[in-house]
């Protein structure tokens, strides 16, 4: 009811939800908790510091293709979860089908790449995750994926009216600079068999300044990126999934290489002096974009280019 961004009476609350002024009092000083800021008003009531759109079905579903919407099992939207890739990795263990999709309207412990906390403030982002079963090829079937469903993020976000933004191997999402997105992959399955991929999003739509206090990287938002072009929850939420669907479901036929040109034309480390580190090994050198397996190639400084199938890459903004 205060997702409207308007007053609305300790009274008229109460009637509607059937509970006490009390239970009201306490449900508020809740919202807190979920970094939810609010205002008091004698005589007004309450209304949150900024009006929220929440996630729904019907929205989103609007925005997929007939072919798409027949490839979802399961569509969830939770209203809190530890983490969404970790709520799917369950679901995968106990035989969930292909193609179930969960979003959240906030995560207690969403994931960010090697044992990371992605920050999750309430209504405010979109995460996703989507679980997907690849019946030939096994785990090495999945090369290369995380760098597809990059693809499908900017196409997604073209779409949104959103341009210039860039990717950084393997699973990042950036503009000018800072961070913007990031995608984590977690498969499991047989090394020649079939085999499971969960596949997880989490895409900054607005991330409160008090909130993204404990990030230690440069990061962004597409609220400060598009300005006054406001940026539909729903719609971006419809619209990423719909792209990422595209991709997983022809993924086992055609793999990375259908996909390789276009990323990079969104590469944005190429040509920069960059540091990767793999484990406690730690290779300087002068990025020279991917290979046609999409592992990540380094110009050391010998003159010798080296390939690299993992690792994280940290750069200078400077050099950007």
Same mark, same amino acid.
């Given at each position: 009811?205060?997702?409207?961004?308007?007053?609305?009476?300790?009274?008229?609350?109460?009637?509607?939800?059937?509970?006490?002024?009390?239970?009201?009092?306490?449900?508020?000083?809740?919202?807190?908790?979920?970094?939810?800021?609010?205002?008091?008003?004698?005589?007004?009531?309450?209304?949150?510091?900024?009006?929220?759109? =929440?996630? %729904? #079905? $019907?929205?989103? &579903? /609007?925005?997929?293709?007939?072919?798409?919407? +027949?490839?979802?099992? *399961?569509?969830?939207?939770?209203?809190?979860?530890?983490?969404?890739?970790?709520? =799917?990795? %369950? #679901? $995968?263990?106990? &035989? /969930?089908?292909?193609?179930?999709?969960?979003? +959240?309207?906030?995560? *207690?412990?969403?994931?960010?790449?090697?044992?990371?906390?992605?920050?999750?403030?309430?209504?405010?982002?979109?995460?996703?995750?989507?679980?997907?079963?690849?019946?030939?090829?096994?785990?090495?079937? *999945?090369?290369?994926?995380?760098?597809?469903?990059?693809?499908?993020?900017?196409?997604?976000?073209?779409?949104?009216?959103?341009?210039?933004?860039?990717?950084?191997?393997?699973?990042?999402?950036?503009?000018?600079?800072?961070?913007?997105?990031?995608?984590?992959?977690?498969?499991?399955?047989?090394?020649?068999?079939?085999?499971?991929?969960?596949?997880?999003?989490?895409?900054?739509?607005?991330?409160?300044?008090?909130?993204?206090?404990?990030?230690?990287?440069?990061?962004?938002?597409?609220?400060?990126?598009?300005?006054?072009?406001?940026?539909?929850?729903?719609?971006?939420?419809?619209?990423?999934?719909?792209?990422?669907?595209?991709?997983?479901?022809?993924?086992?036929?055609?793999?990375?290489?259908?996909?390789?040109?276009?990323?990079?034309?969104?590469?944005?480390?190429?040509?920069?002096?960059?540091?990767?580190?793999?484990?406690?090994?730690?290779?300087?050198?002068?990025?020279?974009?991917?290979?046609?397996?999409?592992?990540?190639?380094?110009?050391?400084?010998?003159?010798?280019?080296?390939?690299?199938?993992?690792?994280?890459?940290?750069?200078?903004?400077?050099?950007?």
């Amino acid at each position: 009811m205060l997702a409207d961004g308007e007053f609305h009476s300790g009274t008229e609350l109460a009637e509607a939800l059937g509970v006490s002024r009390s239970a009201i009092c306490k449900q508020l000083s809740g919202l807190m908790v979920l970094g939810l800021h609010h205002s008091a008003v004698s005589g007004k009531g309450y209304r949150l510091d900024k009006s929220l759109e =929440l996630l %729904a #079905h $019907s929205e989103i &579903n /609007a925005l997929l293709t007939e072919q798409n919407k +027949a490839l979802i099992s *399961t569509l969830e939207i939770h209203d809190s979860l530890d983490s969404t890739n970790s709520y =799917l990795m %369950a #679901h $995968s263990r106990n &035989n /969930a089908e292909s193609g179930f999709v969960c979003f +959240a309207e906030h995560q *207690t412990a969403g994931k960010g790449r090697r044992g990371r906390q992605w920050v999750s403030p309430y209504g405010s982002n979109i995460y996703v995750s989507l679980l997907w079963r690849f019946q030939q090829g096994g785990i090495a079937g *999945t090369a290369g994926l995380s760098l597809a469903i990059g693809v499908a993020v900017i196409r997604a976000l073209k779409e949104q009216g959103i341009n210039e933004v860039g990717l950084k191997w393997p699973n990042d999402i950036y503009f000018q600079g800072k961070k913007l997105g990031g995608i984590l992959i977690e498969v499991s399955g047989e090394a020649d068999g079939p085999c499971a991929a969960v596949i997880g999003l989490g895409l900054n739509l607005f991330l409160p300044e008090h909130q993204a206090q404990t990030i230690t990287q440069a990061w962004t938002d597409l609220t400060q990126i598009s300005g006054e072009n406001k940026v539909l929850r729903n719609q971006l939420a419809g619209s990423v999934l719909n792209q990422m669907l595209a991709i997983v479901n022809g993924f086992e036929t055609v793999g990375i290489s259908a996909y390789l040109d276009e990323w990079r034309s969104y590469d944005c480390l190429k040509g920069k002096s960059a540091a990767l580190f793999i484990g406690q090994q730690h290779i300087e050198g002068i990025v020279e974009g991917i290979d046609d397996k999409g592992l990540l190639l380094i110009k050391k400084p010998d003159g010798t280019v080296q390939a690299f199938a993992s690792g994280e890459v940290s750069f200078s903004a400077a050099t950007l």
